[in-house]
């Protein structure tokens, strides 16, 4: 075994040992979800967004989770307030950027929480990346118009210049530091057809980095989890409803042994 997939099998045994407190400040369409996403997988959600709060819950927190998928003003204080916080304290941050790049809300919203805040990791499709560089890049709602390797490039660079770890998901995953690069194969198609499970797997990398400080082995064995459990449901089922009840199954079942087996990590 090599040592990502060792460090795959740590970070889950941590998680179902620790069953780590992650705060998430997510979007309506996903709360549910997400939410037994990180049950199943073994880790305790909160779904808290309340400005006169955040600030308390995100002190308790094992990692904090913010997702821009639908704004609004309160939304974006108690975001601003509780990634304050959690800056002051070293909790780490991941930022989901739905959408950024389609409207100007989105965009602003996403490049101020990165201005104002230590963010360990963001994760999002490539054309979501792509618009919080200062060239910009145009994207279709949440759905991505660039592939992952056209973006490798210039994730290296942005992480190096925002001084943070970009996850960028998409048929192949890559996450990158600036300086390391990693490459995770695990998948299934299915995965994109359901609502949510972009920003599911942005709070599994929530989860991954409360029990490892390292931004990169976290969001690279965290997705390589994701993708394992993506590719045991569509054995599974055969359409996107059966798909997410699977999905939901496999993140419980699957052992960190398993994991270490099965996962499929390459670095540069």
């Keep these: 075994m090599d040592n990502l997939a060792a ?20 979007n309506y369409v996903v709360m ?8 199943a997988m073994g880790a305790s959600p909160v779904m808290a967004h309340a400005g006169n709060e955040v600030s308390e819950m995100a002190a308790i927190a094992s990692a904090l989770v913010l997702n821009i998928g639908t704004l609004s003003d309160p939304w974006i204080a108690a975001m601003m307030t509780a990634g304050r916080k959690a800056t002051e304290l070293g909790t780490p ?21 990165i201005e104002q805040t230590r963010t360990s ?15 910009g890049a145009r994207t279709k709602g949440v759905d991505t118009l660039h592939s992952v390797d056209e973006a490798a490039e210039t ?3 942005l992480a190096r210049a925002l001084n943070t770890t970009l996850a960028i998901t998409g048929a192949v995953d890559l996450v990158t530091d600036g300086v390391r690069v990693v490459r995770v194969a695990n998948g299934h198609p299915l995965m994109p057809v359901i609502t949510g499970s972009g920003c599911a797997a942005t709070a599994v990398v929530g989860a991954f980095l409360a029990v490892d400080k390292n931004p990169v082995t ?14 045991k449901a569509g054995a599974r089922a055969a359409a996107p409803g059966s798909f997410q009840v699977a999905l939901l199954d496999a993140l419980y079942t699957i052992t960190p042994e398993e994991l270490g087996q099965k996962c499929r990590l390459s670095g540069d």
Excluded: M, Q, W, Y
């Design 218 to 231: 976290a969001a690279a064995t965290a997705l390589a989890f994701f993708g394992l459990a993506g590719e």
């Design 32 to 39: 549910n979800f997400t939410a037994n996403v990180l049950l």
């Design 93 to 113: 941050i991941v930022l989901d950027p739905v959408g950024s790049g389609a409207t100007t809300l989105r965009t602003s919203t996403a490049r101020a929480i």
């Design 121 to 135: 990791v963001i994760r999002g499709n490539a054309s979501e990346i792509l618009s919080l560089s200062d060239a």
């Design 155 to 157: 994730a290296k660079e």
């Design 7 to 26: 460090k795959a099998v740590e970070n889950l045994e941590n998680i179902k040992k620790n069953k780590p407190l992650i705060h998430n400040i997510t």
